[in-house]
């Protein structure tokens, strides 16, 4: 079973950073790409950032592209989400997240495991 913790979630005025980590067990964690997902109150959940086993490719959502950085540290079964310049609307509870397969995928859909999610709060 896959067991995923996150932490640094936290109240930012605009602008400013935080950075938030995931710790991972349960299963080869160098193996498997990860992801962040965010929800905001009344809407759905979103993809934010994902990572491939390796580190070497990434990928992210259009809204944060530019102000947030995904890595990983296979060493240390962790994977991080720097976030910069942030701003009201990136206000939701952020889920770090990992899928039951190998292949690389932003499909929230394709993700199996859960952590229990941080706040992010950013005050205008």
């Known amino acids: 079973q896959v067991h995923l913790v996150e932490s640094g979630g936290g109240l930012v005025q605009t602008g400013g950073s935080l950075r938030l980590s995931c710790a991972a067990s349960?299963?080869?964690?160098?193996?498997?790409?990860m992801g962040w997902f965010r929800q905001a109150p009344g809407k759905e959940r979103e993809f934010v950032a994902a990572?491939?086993?390796?580190?070497?490719?990434?990928y992210y959502a259009d809204s944060v592209k530019g102000r947030f950085t995904i890595s990983r540290d296979n060493a240390k079964n962790t994977v991080s989400l720097q976030m910069n310049s942030l701003q009201p609307e990136d206000t939701a509870v952020y889920y770090c997240a990992a899928p039951s397969s190998i292949i690389w995928t932003i499909q929230i859909n394709k993700y199996d495991y859960w952590g229990q999610g941080t706040q992010v709060t950013v005050s205008s």
């Open positions: 349960g299963r080869t964690f160098s193996s498997y790409p």
């Open positions: 990572i491939s086993s390796s580190g070497m490719s990434t």
